[in-house]
């Protein structure tokens, strides 16, 4: 079954265009996100501290889909998708996301 990856704010954050401190980017190099954003990934991958992500094409956020976000600040989970056709989620669409089993 298909899988796709889901990144969640942990806390208020930037998401930058590179690994800079987002006091020293211009305004139009970074965007804030608030804590419990959601944002459905066409890849990831981890850079030191930081996670580089993909948002999905039907997602870019100010025109830009690759960003740098700071590792301990936001989640990445893999999901299976078996409700969620990526194909189907359009810019306004509100996911939940999946609640986690119990050990």
Do not use: C, N
């Amino acid at each position: 079954m298909p899988t796709y990856a889901m990144l969640t704010i942990a806390k208020d954050t930037w998401l930058t265009l590179s690994k800079s401190p987002s006091t020293e980017l211009p305004d139009d190099q970074k965007h804030h996100v608030s804590a419990g954003e959601m944002f459905i990934l066409s890849s990831y991958e981890r850079d030191a501290g930081f996670f580089v992500v993909t948002l999905s094409g039907l997602t870019p956020v100010d025109g830009h889909s690759t960003w740098f976000v700071t590792a301990s600040d936001v989640r990445i989970e893999e999901e299976e998708d078996s409700v969620l056709d990526a194909q189907s989620v359009g810019s306004d669409t509100t996911i939940e996301p999946k609640p986690k089993p119990k050990p």
